[in-house]
């Protein structure tokens, strides 16, 4: 079914970006990307455009990071159309360990992502990651 292959790609295309995220190839994450994707996330304002996302999320994050992983079995897939899906709005959480000046701490989050299918071709479109909230609001 048409179905389990944008299942499928969604879920490869998740793996693949958390290999990006750890090994910091950021060349390879950006191909992954729609040219005016945008963005948010916990440590930047809002991003328009893939050179912004890169400059303002993903060299100051990567680099302080090691062991990215989503929880994809965790998350949740939905599709523009379960006939001939061509968007997807991936909502996944993460972990990892991050590299501060005191040493390594467990970091993990949340990540909505839209994903978009061309000439079945899955890129992002606009991600949202978001760190687990630490103490009181």
């Not at 994707?37 to 400059?55: I, N, P, V």
């Amino acid at each position: 079914m048409v179905i389990e292959s944008a299942i499928r790609g969604v879920k490869e295309w998740l793996e693949s970006f958390a290999s990006c995220v750890r090994n910091r190839d950021f060349e390879a994450g950006e191909a992954m990307f729609l040219d005016d994707s945008t963005g948010f996330g916990t440590w930047t304002k809002a991003m328009k455009g893939l050179q912004m996302l890169r400059e303002e999320q993903w060299e100051k994050v990567w680099r302080s990071t090691k062991g990215f992983h989503f929880d994809i079995e965790e998350g949740s897939l939905l599709f523009s159309d379960e006939q001939a899906p061509k968007q997807c709005v991936a909502t996944v959480t993460w972990s990892s360990i991050g590299l501060g000046v005191n040493g390594e701490f467990e970091r993990s989050g949340c990540a909505t992502i839209v994903l978009v299918c061309r000439e079945g071709i899955w890129s992002a479109q606009h991600t949202h990651f978001s760190q687990t909230p630490q103490g009181k609001l």
